[in-house]
């Protein structure tokens, strides 16, 4: 049989024939590919505007500094989110305030981020966590009430909807991910989108040295070089093309796995509303002990992973004052962490594959 891989990208022909596209054209800079990807993003995600950035933690940054967050102010980021989520609001100079998180879904409670604004909020950071959206519709109304920001992490959100609307297009900016194990890649690589166009503008100048154009020396604001390459828009044109294959493996394989283990508790979660579709960037189990599962599973060469490891508890942020309310508890991430295990969920993996996965789990 096959190794069983954990997660990996869909690479083939198609993306060897963008990228030759590159090579002939000898742009290798933002061009063509890079204009003809952020309109496939636009059109994909009917959002009006779509700006490619070199990664994703650069695209959270940049969003935060058009909304001028900085020292003095507080942003608050859900507990349960890859490090990047907070790191981009630490390098602004703006503080993080952690909430708690939904121990089913993983996803930010609107009820602890109620609890968590005061005068120094100036934006949420809901984060998609897993491909399964937030409660966005609660979560913007307390935004409105308070009058502060919303910047989405659809980082692992790509194809996912809320109410048929596409994430990242909910809040005032949002950001997707392209890196090399999300359901689309680019290698490296994140997108900014907005209904704003002077955010977007913003944006632009932000990842491009402060210029609304490149090939000038005249600079109208500080920036930064956050520029794509033409060789991340070739592999991003075309594993578009495969997006919605991609989705529907990504289901099949989240419903074999559902309809073949005989424990159905191991697929507890939250309801989606009726017109809400996720999608199971990774296909996610719940078990009393997912660490003593992990290596059952790993005696038998499957891969898995927990999920990401609560920000609370990360060593960098213990002597430094980035985070306001590290001593708090989180009894709703602690419960996600010791519970659900993320199992092999690569869209390539074959039938086999997965009969032989769920024959281990249905033994444990």
Not at 50 to 65: D, E, Q, R, V
Not at 198 to 217: A, C, D, P, V
Request: aromatic share 10%.
């Amino acid at each position: 049989m096959k190794k069983i891989i954990q997660i990996e990208p869909w690479i083939n022909n198609l993306e060897l024939e963008e990228l030759k596209k590159v090579v002939k054209s000898t742009f290798v800079t933002e061009a063509e590919l890079n204009k003809e990807f952020e309109e496939r993003t636009t059109i994909y995600t009917e959002s009006k505007y779509a700006t490619t950035i070199c990664n994703g933690t650069c695209a959270l940054f940049c969003c935060l500094k058009v909304l001028n967050i900085g020292p003095g102010d507080e942003v608050i980021v859900p507990n349960m989110t890859f490090i990047a989520t907070a790191t981009a609001v630490i390098l602004t100079g703006a503080k993080v305030r952690l909430v708690d998180v939904n121990p089913i879904s993983g996803c930010i409670d609107p009820l602890n981020l109620l609890n968590a604004i005061n005068y120094k909020t100036k934006a949420i950071i809901p984060v998609h966590l897993y491909g399964i959206s937030c409660d966005m519709d609660e979560i913007i109304s307390i935004a409105k009430k308070n009058n502060i920001h919303i910047i989405e992490d659809a980082a692992q959100g790509v194809g996912v909807k809320y109410k048929n609307k596409h994430v990242g297009t909910l809040g005032e900016l949002g950001v997707l991910s392209y890196y090399g194990n999300k359901t689309i890649t680019t290698g490296e690589g994140g997108i900014v989108l907005t209904n704003n166009r002077k955010l977007s503008k913003k944006i632009y100048m932000l990842k491009n040295h402060g210029r609304e154009k490149k090939g000038t020396f005249l600079h109208e604001t500080i920036g930064w070089n956050f520029s794509f390459t033409e060789m991340q828009a070739a592999l991003g044109i075309a594993q578009m093309k495969k997006l919605d294959e991609i989705i529907s493996i990504k289901d099949e394989i989240f419903n074999f796995y559902k309809d073949n283990i005989c424990n159905k508790k191991l697929f507890m979660r939250p309801v989606p509303i009726s017109t809400t579709h996720p999608v199971h960037w990774f296909s996610n189990i719940h078990c009393p002990n997912s660490k003593i599962l992990a290596l059952y599973l790993a005696k038998e060469n499957i891969p898995t992973r927990r999920l990401f490891y609560p920000l609370n508890q990360q060593p960098c942020f213990k002597k430094e004052d980035y985070i306001v309310n590290l001593n708090d508890n989180f009894p709703g991430t602690e419960f996600a962490y010791g519970k659900i295990l993320s199992l092999p969920s690569s869209v390539l993996l074959n039938l086999e594959q997965r009969e032989f996965i769920v024959n281990i789990l249905n033994k444990f």
